[in-house]
């Protein structure tokens, strides 16, 4: 388990670096991105995830909202939920290609994702939603893209984050934790 959450870091940070959300040689890009808003009507920043969200309920994916400043290079948006909790960190979803026009997803949108919407496996190799179970922060990420995510059917979850790094003009973040 641990080498996987090794290269999981790995390729999270490398992807972020990138996007230019942060850098591995000391020099940042990231006020070339643009500023998301997330919002949900169950989650608030810096609050507990309801457990209707988690491993404990039956939920699915929470409802999430988000906004920015129009972008004319704006193609499909991207959604990534990763943890880092005390023992390891995680990716919990990646749901891909929502039409750039879309402005929110509704509960269980794991389930019943947006038309030509995709979604990669994630660390424990299932696709679609992984409800968080450890302690620790989960951040649900927004990226805007200057294109559609294209990977072979099967791709790696690096690949998927690499494309989305690779693409990111805009994103926003809704962080919970659980205790």
Known sequence: MRRITVSVTTVMAVAFALSGCGSLFGRSEAMDIAEINVSS??????????????????????????SSAPLSEAKSIAIVVDSHTASESAVNWVIYNIP?????LGPNAAADPPTGAGQAQVTSGKAGYEP???????????YTLRGKVVVQKGATLSETLK????????????TVDIQ
């Open 163 to 174: 494309q989305i790094a690779d693409q990111t003009i805009a994103r926003g973040r809704l």
């Open 41 to 66: 009507p169950e989650l608030r920043d810096g609050k507990p995830l309801p457990n209707d969200y988690s491993c404990k309920g039956d939920q699915g994916s929470p409802p999430l909202r988000w």
């Open 132 to 142: 968080p179970c450890s302690p620790g922060n989960y951040r649900f990420t927004v």
């Open 100 to 104: 750039a026009t879309t402005t929110e």
